[in-house]
């Protein structure tokens, strides 16, 4: 069966380990998902008994979540991680779902994002730092819940100023240099910044979000190697100075 053309307008489905992420992300991890489409199917997993997800109770007709309901029946079993994963199988079969996000720092989902992106859909992890990697690089681009939330806090502050704790290290000045010697330059040494950006997301666990920065150019902006030049037609591009 084909899958359905949403046209303009994916439609994206978030499913949300609420054991294993925090509810004060939901904000900014739906703005993240805006970037794939409408996230039309929103659903969160757990036991709603625990006094632990009393904050995601007080949330979820507010966003329009819809919770699902998962009994601790046995002791070391997770049956809220398998009904993800077959919900997220029902809804990859239905092909009226065009990405998907997984609100979770659980290992276990690594096969569900894998098999989703078999099928060429994108799948946005978001979770803890402390996420292990398998996960991250089984995502086609994995967030940091606990930065988007930083970051957030910080374009409200400052009298609504947005302000950055962006941090530039040796690991993503390599990787950015990478990029841009990956991506085409023209006679001046110039590169497309949305083609350096496509080519550092290779790495599914690079975002500029994830190092405190709130858009890829505010990154190259503030890295001491490069430099950006905003041409007529608006986009950006950047290049390797040393």
Not at 43 to 65: P, T
Not at 92 to 112: A, N, T
């Amino acid at each position: 069966m084909a899958r359905e053309n949403h046209g303009d307008n994916p439609n994206i489905a978030l499913l949300i380990d609420s054991d294993n992420a925090s509810h004060q992300g939901i904000d900014p991890v739906l703005t993240a998902l805006a970037e794939l489409g409408t996230v039309n199917i929103r659903r969160a997993y757990g036991n709603w008994r625990k006094q632990s997800l009393k904050g995601w109770v007080d949330i979820l007709h507010k966003y329009g979540i819809e919770p699902q309901q998962q009994f601790d029946l046995t002791r070391g079993k997770n049956a809220t991680d398998m009904k993800i994963t077959i919900d997220a199988m029902d809804l990859l079969y239905s092909r009226r779902v065009d990405g998907f996000g997984i609100m979770s720092s659980d290992s276990d989902f690594m096969p569900v994002a894998m098999r989703i992106r078999q099928d060429g859909l994108p799948v946005y992890g978001f979770g803890a730092a402390k996420t292990p990697d398998g996960f991250k690089q089984a995502c086609t681009r994995f967030i940091d819940v606990d930065a988007l939330i930083k970051a957030e806090k910080a374009q409200h502050s400052d009298n609504g100023k947005s302000s950055s704790d962006g941090v530039i290290d040796d690991e993503l000045i390599a990787l950015l240099a990478d990029a841009y010697t990956a991506s085409k330059r023209d006679d001046r040494g110039y590169a497309s910044l949305s083609a350096v950006g496509q080519r550092a997301g290779n790495r599914s666990s690079f975002d500029a979000r994830n190092y405190g920065f709130s858009t890829l150019s505010e990154m190259f902006e503030a890295a001491p190697n490069f430099t950006t030049e905003r041409r007529d037609n608006g986009q950006i591009f950047v290049k390797r100075v040393r």
